[in-house]
Each structure stands twice: as C-alpha cells, then as structure tokens.
C-alpha cells in the first residue's frame, strides 16, 4: 500500500517522498482514507507511530480543496494540545508536511506575549495548533473566530484531562460550531476519555493499533534497583561506564529536575532542563540544543517532556518513576519511534515499591531487574509478581515494646512491608 492508493494529492505524495516516508504507517493507513471522506475518528495508537501524519495529511488536503476563501481571524482545523512544546512540534509538522500547499498554519500557547499571537491571527489560519487556556483567552480577545471551522483534532486528549483542562475543553467546544469533523486521539483510553468521546464524536471509527496501556515494543527495558541516595551518583557511574550517549532523563519534580542537572554539569556533563517554571524561550533553547546534540542530557519532567519528538533517540532514563503508571509508558515512548529500537532503564530505590507494581500491572508486564555491581541497595525493592502485584507478606502480631531483633529492621511502606 502507497501514500497514492490512499488517495493524498500529488503535492503531498511529492513532499512525503522528500521527508523520506515511503510507505504509510499502520494508523495511516487507516486514519487517512477515514478523515479524507469527513469520518470522525477516536484512535488509540502509542508515541511513535505516525499518527501526527495520519490526521495532518488527510486534514491538509481537505483544507487545500474544500472550503470558502479564510475570513479574517477565520480558522479552518483546530489542533488542541496539552503542551507548548508538543505545539511547537505539531506546528514544525504541518509546516512540513504542508510545503507545497497554499495553506498557513500557527500555533499559539501561554507563557509568551499574547500580542504578536493577536496580530498574527488577523489574516486567518487554516490549522491553528493551540493550547486550551492561551486558546480561550484569545477567543475572548476576539482575535479567533470559528464559523469556518470544519475539523477539530483533540491530540493526547488524555493528557490534557490529566493536567485538568476539562472546563477550559468544554468552553472550547461551546465556542464550536456543531456541525464539524472531530478526531480524537489518545494514548491511553480512560473511562473519561471514553465519555468525552460519546459527547464530542459522530459514529467515529474507531482505531486501535496497540492493545491500550502496552509499552513501546521495540524498546527494551529494565529498572536497576538501587538506594534512593545513590541515584545520582548511580547514574553519573552509568554514564561513564556504559559510554551512554544522548540520553533523556526524567525525574519526579521542577526541583529534582533542578538538581539533578546541576549535579551533572559541576561534574562536566552536558546537560539541560526543561520543565514548567523554565520560560518558554529557555524550554525551547533546551530543547533545540539536545535535538542538535549540543547537550548530551536532557532532564525533564513529565509536563514538558509530553510529545517531544527526538529523531533516533537511543535511550530513556527514569530517574524517579512516574507517579501515574500511564506516564510510564509515555515516557519510554520517546524512544524506539518510528520502527527503531531503543533502551529505557528505571532506577528504582525501595519506596518507588508501589509504582513499581502499578507500573507492571498496567503494562502486564514484569519489568526485569539488574543490580549494578557496587550500587547494591542496603534497602531491597520489594517483590512484584508476574501482573504485576505486590508480594504482602503477612503481618506479624505486633509487640510493643521489644525493639526489633538485631540486624533486622523494617521499612513501612503504607499498609505492607518486608524486612531486610
Ligand atoms: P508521531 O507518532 O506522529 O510522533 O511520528 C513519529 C515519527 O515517525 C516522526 O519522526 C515522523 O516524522 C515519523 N514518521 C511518521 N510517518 C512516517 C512514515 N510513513 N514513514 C517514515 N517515518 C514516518
């Protein structure tokens, strides 16, 4: 199966040759010839597979041959987001995508001056890429109007539920005309997911191309179990002893991100942060350089880290495991994109026990554990069983007053235990 049987417009067949993509992906192959006859869709594909393509090209050419001429602050396809950066990346897509096409798109987010968005927004947008809130404050602006909307896509429509968009969504899609496409893309399919879909979707397809809530296959991977202390002397030993490279690492909060990253650069490693409290000019800068190999660590947070496409990266580090099992995977799915393989280690210290099993259990999978020699943890990571469970071990009857025999104590971990 060709880009041409599928039915996208020479101009488009004609840039995908130069972007080198020779075949359709499986969610293209499916969502493409859906979106060019105005189906609604709701799929379900992991990070990596294309699905940025599957909606951009058919949405590029309904736009290039349909439609009244753009009215003034007029949009055609609106793009919401979760993050400023996934933004960006979208809007570096469809501007590729798009080369041969007499189309504009842009993308607007908070965090930067909403003036210049206003003025650009004048002539009219055929694709504007947006977060919500920075969206709404420029429809209350009046700097958007939305009668020419024919499709609206909702990406990582997940995520943006999980960083509590909601009531800004459903002020959006009050601002909406009714009568419009609407593709829904998500990475995982909650129960929420599943009611905004009933209410925003006309029969749409539906698309599953992975089983939800599986890990990236292509990429291998496995936690290294080790005191919570150690971590980053841990990985600053993998770093050298392992000859990582490129290498995006992720931890828990802005302030570990903080830390982390100084630690790496007082003991000369290249590295950058990015995370919410860093402005956007900042994010971005971090970003460019590490997709540039000018920085060889990238240490982020969850909120940032969203979306981010990084051509063939080799390696992703957790730090800290996710507090939301789903991130997990999202995680991870930044590398082994695109039919590459790729590597993604977690160091686990004793209290990340719960994670861990949440982690195993939604991915149905029990991750493999290798100690590094060295780093062996004086506090043990609790057993996980094949599903991913937590071992309990039964409590003993308590007895006050002994203290507890020599050589032996006990790390709580909430209602369960082990000893060591
Ligand atoms: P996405 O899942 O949309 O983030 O895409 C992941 C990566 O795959 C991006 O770097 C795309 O440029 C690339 N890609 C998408 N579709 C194809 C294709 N049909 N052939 C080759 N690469 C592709």
Same mark, same amino acid.
């Given at each position: 199966?060709?880009?041409?049987?599928?039915? %996208? /417009?020479?101009?488009?067949? *004609?840039? #995908?040759?130069?972007?080198?993509?020779? !075949?359709?992906?499986?969610? =293209? $192959? &499916?969502?493409?010839?859906?979106?060019?006859?105005?189906?609604?869709l709701m799929a379900a594909a992991q990070t990596?597979?294309?699905?940025?393509?599957?909606?951009?090209?058919?949405?590029?050419?309904?736009?290039?041959?349909?439609?009244?001429?753009?009215?003034?602050?007029?949009?055609?396809?609106?793009?919401l987001v979760p993050t400023r950066e996934l933004?960006?990346?979208?809007?570096?897509?469809?501007?590729?995508?798009?080369?041969?096409?007499?189309?504009?798109?842009?993308?607007?987010?908070?965090?930067?001056?909403?003036?210049?968005?206003?003025?650009?927004?004048?002539?009219?947008?055929?694709? %504007? /890429?947006?977060?919500?809130? *920075?969206? #709404?404050?420029?429809?209350?602006?009046? !700097?958007?109007?939305?009668? =020419? $909307? &024919?499709?609206?896509?909702?990406?990582?429509?997940?995520?943006?539920?999980?960083?509590?968009?909601?009531?800004?969504?459903?002020?959006?899609?009050?601002?909406?005309?009714?009568?419009?496409?609407?593709?829904?893309?998500?990475?995982?399919?909650?129960?929420?997911?599943?009611?905004?879909?009933?209410?925003?979707?006309?029969?749409?397809?539906?698309?599953?191309?992975?089983?939800?809530?599986?890990?990236?296959?292509?990429?291998?991977?496995?936690?290294?179990?080790?005191?919570?202390?150690?971590?980053?002397?841990?990985?600053?030993?993998?770093?050298?002893?392992?000859?990582?490279?490129?290498? %995006?690492?992720?931890?828990?909060? *802005?302030?570990?991100?903080?830390?982390?990253?100084?630690?790496?650069?007082?003991?000369?490693?290249?590295?950058?942060?990015?995370?919410?409290?860093?402005?956007?000019?900042?994010?971005?800068?971090?970003?460019?350089?590490?997709?540039?190999?000018?920085?060889?660590?990238?240490?982020?947070?969850?909120?940032?880290?969203?979306?981010?496409?990084?051509?063939?990266?080799?390696?992703?580090?957790?730090?800290?495991?996710?507090?939301?099992?789903?991130?997990?995977?999202?995680?991870?799915?930044?590398?082994?994109?695109?039919?590459?393989?790729?590597?993604?280690?977690?160091?686990?210290?004793a209290d990340e026990a719960r994670q861990l099993?949440?982690?195993?259990?939604?991915?149905?999978?029990?991750?493999?554990?290798?100690?590094?020699?060295?780093?062996?943890?004086?506090?043990?990571?609790?057993?996980?069983?094949?599903?991913?469970?937590?071992?309990?071990?039964?409590?003993?009857?308590?007895?006050?007053?002994?203290?507890?025999?020599?050589?032996?104590?006990?790390?709580?971990?909430?209602?369960?235990?082990?000893?060591?």
């Open positions: 199966m060709t880009f041409a049987t599928l039915g %996208l /417009i020479d101009p488009l067949q *004609r840039t #995908l040759v130069t972007l080198g993509y020779h !075949a359709p992906t499986p969610i =293209q $192959l &499916q969502a493409i010839p859906a979106v060019l006859k105005g189906r609604d990596g597979t294309g699905k940025t393509a599957g909606f951009a090209l058919p949405l590029l050419q309904r736009l290039t041959q349909e439609g009244p001429k753009l009215q003034s602050n007029a949009v055609r396809a609106l793009v933004a960006e990346q979208l809007l570096h897509s469809f501007n590729a995508y798009a080369q041969d096409l007499p189309l504009r798109s842009y993308a607007v987010y908070g965090g930067v001056a909403i003036n210049p968005q206003m003025m650009a927004l004048r002539k009219g947008t055929d694709v %504007l /890429i947006a977060t919500p809130g *920075r969206l #709404l404050d420029l429809y209350r602006q009046n !700097a958007l109007k939305f009668d =020419q $909307l &024919q499709t609206l896509v909702l990406d990582e429509a997940d995520r943006m539920l999980d960083l509590g968009f909601a009531d800004e969504l459903d002020q959006v899609f009050a601002a909406l005309p009714r009568q419009r496409q609407t593709l829904l893309f998500s990475a995982t399919f909650s129960s929420a997911i599943r009611v905004l879909a009933s209410e925003l979707l006309r029969d749409p397809l539906l698309i599953d191309i992975s089983p939800p809530n599986t890990a990236a296959k292509l990429v291998r991977q496995w936690i290294i179990p080790v005191d919570k202390k150690r971590k980053t002397e841990l990985f600053m030993h993998l770093l050298r002893h392992h000859q990582w490279g490129q290498v %995006l690492v992720f931890a828990k909060t *802005r302030n570990s991100v903080d830390q982390l990253t100084d630690s790496l650069t007082a003991q000369g490693f290249k590295a950058d942060a990015i995370h919410g409290d860093r402005p956007q000019p900042s994010r971005l800068r971090a970003l460019t350089r590490f997709k540039a190999a000018e920085v060889q660590i990238l240490v982020a947070t969850d909120v940032a880290a969203r979306g981010l496409d990084i051509d063939a990266l080799p390696l992703v580090v957790n730090f800290d495991l996710p507090i939301v099992a789903e991130d997990y995977i999202h995680r991870i799915g930044r590398t082994g994109r695109a039919g590459a393989s790729g590597d993604a280690v977690s160091l686990v210290s099993a949440a982690i195993e259990t939604l991915t149905q999978a029990l991750l493999k554990r290798e100690v590094e020699p060295g780093f062996e943890p004086e506090h043990k990571v609790p057993v996980t069983a094949p599903g991913g469970q937590l071992i309990k071990k039964p409590k003993k009857p308590k007895k006050p007053k002994s203290a507890p025999a020599k050589g032996k104590s006990r790390i709580h971990l909430g209602n369960w235990f082990e000893e060591k």
